[in-house]
């Protein structure tokens, strides 16, 4: 079993940053694709960045990439999105998850169904 805590939502103004935290217990980060993925009010849960722990590949969806970045610190067994130039469309509750390694590619990572584990969730609001 596979326990993720997500950290760091809050409210901030557009232009800010945030950092959320998803921290992993239960098994080694290291054989783990872990997911960021966001819900907003009225719409369904999309994949906002993921990574392959094992061979640090990416996904980023088209309306984050080049602001947001997904890390990981296997030491911490932590993964990290790093939110940059924050606007209110950014606002959403975001989630993380985990699926085993095999069970995504690159291509596939974006589809939540693939994933096994989630997080309670972190909110986060853009407003001025």
């Known amino acids: 079993q596979v326990q993720l805590v997500e950290s760091g939502g809050g409210l901030v103004q557009p232009g800010d940053s945030l950092r959320l935290s998803c921290a992993i217990s239960?098994?080694?980060?290291?054989?783990?694709?872990i997911g960021w993925f966001r819900q907003a009010p009225g719409k369904e849960r999309e994949a906002a960045a993921c990574?392959?722990?094992?061979?640090?590949?990416?996904y980023y969806s088209d309306s984050v990439r080049a602001r947001f970045t997904i890390f990981r610190d296997n030491a911490k067994s932590t993964v990290y999105l790093q939110m940059d130039s924050l606007s209110p469309e950014d606002t959403a509750v975001y989630y993380c998850?985990?699926?085993?390694?095999?069970?995504?590619?690159?291509?596939?990572?974006?589809?939540?169904?693939?994933?096994?584990?989630w997080g309670q969730g972190t909110r986060v609001t853009v407003s001025s």
């Open positions: 998850a985990a699926t085993h390694v095999t069970r995504v590619t690159i291509a596939t990572m974006p589809m939540a169904s693939l994933y096994d584990f």
């Open positions: 239960g098994r080694n980060l290291d054989y783990y694709t």
């Open positions: 990574i392959n722990a094992m061979t640090d590949a990416t």
